[in-house]
């Protein structure tokens, strides 16, 4: 790929009129959207709105001007996106919070069976929050294999089979429909984790049958730093299932101050305590980028970014651990190297922003919405650069800080 070749994609960019709806710092090329998406240009002032406004101006008569409703309406345009429809849907607390809930209410639905299956190596809260979840239901327990073994670990015990879509390491996918139909044909629901692919590859949940799934909106969805994230339950269990926070916000009349709990219908009863509406209004104002968005759009472009880097790593002789076909992957590159920490270092103080991912991965998201080609393209020179130059050995890029 030449310089010229990246520009004459970006001149027939379909999404290239997005780039100017993000506030980016000049002279950064920001590929670590896969973990905190961009700023819209649009949030800062919908914050001052909310705060100003709505909290100063209307204080307390707000809840009834549109806030108690949020959850179920951001829910509600978080859905197209995937697959979902617009009442399976509700954001609110976090990814884990979420899982928890989901898991533990799965578990109970079951008790002839026992097990939550996950894979060896899924995102670390994950696995964390299913121990968690286990150890609250007696007689649960959480069976952690390869995903070589996955499938001959589904049995007649699986309660639930826990998956994260796509792998926020290696950007390895999961079929969804084909693994849902397996986890249905051993008898165990669904619950898919979303938060690596939301916003980054065509979603469809309801095709595929899924049970239930959580994600983060602070990655693709550029929601905001600890954005709320959302929790999708199929249609046919909204009314089987129970969360186990039994929160006054899910209960049927939480106005009516009863002492017992009684489930509100629908979503709603996933809702445990008040939404945190400050950071509710920042993620509202992203998703409206989405509403004319084009998925296969965003794909296709993921993919040519993909090429790109790609192309530079191999010139270079880098182990890339993504898969090359666009449909086994996410929206993001990895490449394999002992010294990969340090490298990304050196190329965050070269203005270009990736991560590191524990021991050995470097980490670059492709975010459609806001990166040119010419931009993936000079992060690759700039990568070509910093290898070449072995410019990562200054000891500065040694020191490791609290978040990679
Ligand atoms: C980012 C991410 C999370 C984050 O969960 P939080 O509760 O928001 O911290 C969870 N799961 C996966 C797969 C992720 O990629």
Partial sequence: MTLDQARALDATDPLAAYRDKFAL?????????????????????ALADVATRQ?????????????????????????????AAADEVIIGDTTSTHLFKALVAA????????????????????????????????GAR?????RADLAAALDEDTAVLLLTHVHYKTSDRFDMAAWTARAHAAGALMLWDLSHSVGAVPIDLGGADADLAVGCTYKYLNGGPGAPAFLYVAKR?????????????????????????????????????????????????????????????VATKSAALFDILAAAGDALGLDCVSPRDPAQRGSHISFRHPQAHA???????????????????????????????????RAGEILRETLETQAWQNPQFAQRLAVT
């Avoid at 204080?59 to 995937?82: C, D, F, H, T, V």
């Avoid at 008790?111 to 996950?118: C, D, G, N, Y």
């Avoid at 129970?242 to 101050?257: I, T, V, Y």
């Avoid at 190329?347 to 990166?371: E, K, M, N, Q």
């Fill in 25 to 45: 710092p000049e002279g950064v090329i920001y590929l670590d959207g896969n973990s905190l998406g961009a700023l819209p240009r649009a949030t800062p002032a």
């Fill in 55 to 83: 909290w100063g101006d209307r204080l307390i008569r707000s809840w009834n001007e549109g806030w108690i409703e949020a959850p179920q309406r951001i829910g509600a345009k978080i859905a197209p996106l995937i697959g």
């Fill in 107 to 138: 578990l109970r639905s079951n008790p002839q069976r026992h097990t939550v299956l996950s894979e060896a190596g899924n995102f670390p809260t994950d696995l964390h929050i299913a121990e968690g979840a286990v150890a609250c239901v007696p």
């Fill in 142 to 146: 959480l069976k952690v294999v390869a």
């Fill in 237 to 297: 269990w909204q009314d089987a299932l129970a969360s186990p926070l039994s929160g006054w916000m899910g209960h049927a009349a939480p106005f009516a101050f009863e002492d017992a709990y009684r489930p509100a219908p629908g979503m709603k009863r996933w809702l445990a305590g008040t939404p945190a509406m400050l950071s509710t209004a920042a993620l509202e104002t992203a998703l409206d980028l989405w509403v004319d968005l084009d998925q296969h759009a």
């Fill in 343 to 377: 490298i990304t270092q050196a190329l965050i103080a070269r203005g270009v922003i990736g991560d590191f991912r524990d021991p050995d991965i470097l980490r670059l998201g492709l975010t459609p919405l806001y990166l040119s080609h010419v931009d993936v393209w």
